[in-house]
């Protein structure tokens, strides 16, 4: 099965479906697209037409077109149903989903790349507001997932349990995006705790910016 992912290094989007290609050991090519040159290659008519969303990711699964990082990472989930990222039980599997969308849904759309972009242009925010911006939504998104996990005994190394699974892919680049910006993390020492193992496995180090083709400075 021929599979390309349309992506971006610093898209935490992206970034979660090339953690789960790995996971899922889905051979795969990416391709890059540079959503800061020329104001965008997410906005030519090519991509458009892949995705009218202007947004990364994309996935090329044999001749179907998808969209939406949860979406493609369920579908993958589907398709190819091993290694699990989700659990058997419905209502674990319900707690993992819950968990992914806490940030995928809820902490993750606040800090990324249209929305700085909207706070500078058109809302003339200083580098310095939008950073506390991001840091305020990280910091709170952030101290809500560190609640959940030390309050269930379902979490062990991972998110859910020893293994790999959908929270952790979910969780791993919003980690990245915030120490990137500067958070402290000082108060979540489960999700750095995880971060830590997670950042142990190839899927997630080959997965990470600096592995990528396109990250800025690559020799």
Known sequence: MDIKLFSYWRSSAAFRVRIALNLKNLAHDVIPVDLLKQGG?????????????????VLEHGSHVLRQSLAIIEFLEEAHPTPALLPNN????????????????????????????????????????????????????????????????????FCFGD????????????????????????ACPKIQEVFDECMKLPAFIKASWEAQTDYPNKS
Request: charged share 25%; with cysteine.
């Open 90 to 157: 419905p209502h674990e599997r319900a707690w993992v989903r819950a968990l992914s969308m806490d940030i995928a849904c809820d902490i993750h759309p606040l800090n990324n790349l249209r929305v700085m972009k909207y706070l500078h242009k058109a809302l003339k925010l200083s580098d310095d507001r939008k950073s506390e911006w991001a840091k305020h939504w990280l910091e709170i998104g952030l101290a809500g997932v560190e609640k959940t996990l030390t309050s269930q005994a379902r979490t062990s190394k």
């Open 41 to 57: 290659e997410q906005h030519l008519p090519s991509y458009s037409a892949k995705n009218p969303q202007d947004l990364v990711p």
């Open 163 to 186: 293994e790999p699974g959908m929270a952790d892919v979910c969780l791993v680049p919003q980690i990245m995006n915030a120490k990137a910006s500067g958070c402290d993390l000082s």
